[in-house]
Every structure is written in structure tokens, then in C-alpha cells.
């Protein structure tokens, strides 16, 4: 293979990438743009506000209703289990003070809901009050009826803490 055809092809990946990133990019925040959402995609949305909620309040108890028996935890530090994560709720091992949330989307495939949400995150950890800006991905399943969280995970973002919140720790 020639050098201009090497160079021909890498462009053209390229551009191929960039447009399916600016398309995937468009999909995820369709719904915070007004695009129509089901009643379950709703329903969903409204579960993940409500449980941010839960998670502020340190409703240990509720929480472990919503989580899955089965379900795992994704964090800056370490990756753990249903009865972990509801322990260290319950201990304040990490409290979930205030997640400000700037888009939130869902996609329903079968009995399987995958939701993602830009946020930013005030927690309390090690004692330690910190901000972080966070894409966190919530997968629920549906059984016999009702939404279930099979996984939370907390991938940090690049961008900047957006929420004015006073402390310096970021």
C-alpha cells in the first residue's frame, strides 16, 4: 500500500468516527432537547431522579429495595456489590449529598434500561467533602414488573465542576 493511500484511508476513517460520535452525541441528549419520551422512559427518568434523592437522604433501606440482589458498583475507588454499597450508605463511608444533574437520557432494549447522566457530584468521602463532574450509567432490568438496578457506574469526566458550590475540593 502507498503512503497517499494509507493517508486516504486514516481520513477517511476519520471522518467516518467524527460523524458517528457527533450522531451518538446527538442520540444521548435528544431527550433533554424536548425529543418525545414513552411513558416507561419516563417512568425511568423520574426512578433515577428519585433515587439521587434517596441516595442524599442516606435511605440505605429503600436503596437496597431498588438494587438488584445481583448488582454491582463502579467507583473512582474500587468496584463492589449490592450489600456493600448499601453499607457503605448506611456507615456514610460515602454520602451522596447533591447530584446536580444537567442531561439525563434512556434507551429501553427488551427488559433492559440503560440511562446516562451528566452530573455533577457533591459527596462526602473519607470525610472529605469533593465535587466531581460525572457521566454515570445506570442499567435497570425489568422483573415481573418492576424496574430493578442491575449496575451504577461513575465514569469522571474531563470537563469542569459547572455547580457553584463554595468549596474549594474539586
Not at 502507498?2 to 476519520?14: L, P
Not at 467516518?16 to 414513552?38: D, F, I, K, R, W
Not at 463502579?74 to 456507615?91: L, P, T
Not at 463511608?93 to 427488559?111: D, L
Request: aromatic share 8%; glycine share 10%.
Amino acid at each position: 500500500m502507498t503512503y497517499s493511500k494509507s493517508v486516504s484511508t486514516f481520513f477517511k476513517t476519520a471522518i467516518l468516527c467524527s460523524g458517528l460520535l457527533a450522531l451518538g452525541t446527538v442520540s444521548a441528549n435528544a431527550q433533554q432537547s424536548g425529543a418525545p419520551v414513552s411513558k416507561e422512559q419516563q417512568e425511568l427518568l423520574d426512578l433515577s431522579k428519585q433515587k439521587w434523592q434517596w441516595m442524599a437522604d442516606k435511605k440505605a433501606d429503600t436503596l437496597a429495595g431498588l438494587f438488584h440482589d445481583k448488582s454491582m458498583f463502579v467507583h473512582m475507588g474500587g468496584s463492589w456489590g449490592k450489600a456493600q454499597e448499601v453499607n457503605v450508605i448506611k456507615s456514610g463511608g460515602i454520602h451522596y449529598k447533591k447530584a446536580e444533574v444537567y442531561s439525563a437520557s434512556v434507551n429501553i432494549i427488551g427488559n433492559t434500561a440503560i440511562l446516562l447522566n451528566d452530573i455533577d457530584l457533591v459527596a462526602v468521602v473519607g470525610g472529605n467533602e469533593v465535587v466531581n463532574p460525572f457521566m454515570v450509567t445506570e442499567v435497570y432490568v425489568k422483573e415481573g414488573g418492576q424496574w430493578k438496578m442491575g449496575s451504577l457506574t461513575f465514569s469522571r469526566l474531563m470537563r469542569a465542576v459547572k455547580l457553584k458550590t463554595g468549596t474549594g475540593n474539586q
